[in-house]
């Protein structure tokens, strides 16, 4: 872990203010709502399969359409909260994502599901971007951990209680209603976000500053580094999110209500371990620790300890495979709080939107990848052997690139 400099390297803790905290809460709130969204379809796995007649590399082929529509839509997304009103921009695509949770509840076939989680995608392409675009203008440094971190966080407690509260519920009601009961109280957050949401002043649209090109975002060798970290972090994740389920299920055999209570709770250690990193990291930032060690040591030690997850397939034992991935969650979790941070240390106010969509458009190629490919090894091999094989190896490459491919976690100077 990094170590601490001498008192003169102080960094003044400042405490966030009321407009900052407005923001944080509620752009917690949405990615909260965006991965119950998001992660849903995967709950509802076992009734795709007897509803639709679907095996599992079809399934797989579905929760993959979700990147197909977000991942090429990430670039614009990125242009466009740079270019406009980033709060109007992500409420528009809040509106069509919440739009299409909605509607899946009226599929009524493999084409009509591969349309509406493609047009989920293009929805919630637009909210990272946004939150880099809102936490680079309006955060300082050393408040940037903790606020990446509770977003974070909320994107891990949405597929929890996706899989919790969906899981149950699907068992009672059935899985239509559910998507049609998600999508209405989806809507009601765009209430709040019009009348509450602070105004973006500390980056007015006239004012002038560096502004790099994607080009110039493409020269840089750090913008690499988070690219391909980013690959194979999200690749674990979307793992994660759309096949841990199945893997309960299949591997583990649990039973729907069990699956909904014990898949869960990697998912909630994961949230506690990346709320509890952010805040740490900017504790040891505000004291003086260099920033660069922090986010290295936090992206890097996460991803590397993640591999523990490995152990998870080799045991056939229900309760040592649970605290396993649970282990692997509690050290993701250092990882994912520090993630955006660097990204928007590293980029600047002025190109973290750009910087943020390319980097989520190449890291989210393996969301396209990761649940097709794992459909089909579980589909030829009737395991779930080498899909963790592939996920940990995936770790490997992710740790040497925060660490090593990043040069130094540090804004960039760009030309004007």
Not at 167 to 185: H, P, S
Not at 290 to 297: D, I, Q
Not at 371 to 395: D, E, N, R, S
């Amino acid at each position: 872990m990094a170590s601490v400099a001498p008192s003169t390297n102080r960094i003044e803790r400042v405490a966030l203010t009321r407009n900052q905290l407005i923001f944080v809460i509620l752009l917690v709130l949405s990615i909260f709502i965006s991965y119950i969204d998001r992660g849903s379809l995967s709950v509802a796995d076992n009734y795709l399969q007897s509803d639709f007649n679907l095996d599992a590399e079809q399934r797989g082929r579905i929760y993959s359409m979700f990147f197909f529509g977000y991942t090429p839509a990430l670039i614009l997304a990125g242009w466009l909260v740079d270019r406009f009103n980033v709060n109007k921009v992500l409420a528009g695509g809040y509106l069509l994502w919440s739009a299409a949770t909605l509607l899946t509840g009226a599929a009524n076939g493999f084409l009509m599901l591969v349309c509406l989680r493609v047009l989920l995608g293009i929805g919630e392409s637009v909210a990272y971007p946004a939150y880099s675009k809102i936490l680079a203008g309006n955060f300082q440094e050393n408040q940037r951990g903790l606020a990446n971190a509770a977003i974070d966080a909320g994107s891990k407690l949405g597929p929890a209680l996706s899989v919790l509260l969906g899981g149950l519920l699907m068992a009672r009601f059935g899985w239509r209603i559910f998507f049609v009961c998600t999508g209405i109280l989806s809507l009601l957050w765009l209430i709040p976000w019009f009348i509450l949401a602070p105004k973006d002043r500390v980056l007015p649209h006239h004012a002038k500053g560096k502004v790099p090109g994607f080009g110039e975002i493409l020269s840089k060798r750090a913008a690499w580094g988070t690219f391909i970290g980013l690959f194979c972090g999200n690749y674990v994740w979307y793992f994660i999110i759309t096949w841990l389920p199945g893997y309960f299920r299949k591997e583990l055999h649990y039973t729907q209500n069990e699956m909904a209570v014990f898949a869960s709770v990697p998912l909630l250690v994961l949230a506690i371990s990346a709320l509890s990193s952010g805040w740490v990291s900017d504790r040891l930032i505000s004291r003086g620790a260099n920033p660069n060690l922090v986010r290295k040591a936090f992206t890097g030690l996460g991803l590397g300890l993640s591999t523990v997850m490995f152990g998870s397939v080799l045991t056939h034992d229900r309760t040592t495979s649970l605290l396993v991935i649970c282990a692997a969650c509690l050290a993701y979790g250092l990882y994912s709080a520090n993630l955006w941070a660097t990204t928007q240390t590293l980029a600047g106010p002025w190109a973290a939107g750009r910087w943020t969509g390319l980097q989520n458009a190449f890291g989210n190629i393996s969301g396209m990848i990761a649940p097709w490919l794992t459909g089909w090894i579980v589909q030829k091999t009737g395991q779930f052997y080498w899909a963790f094989v592939i996920t940990t190896a995936l770790l490997v490459v992710g740790t040497i690139s925060f660490t090593i491919i990043i040069p130094k976690v540090e804004a960039i100077e760009w030309r004007d």
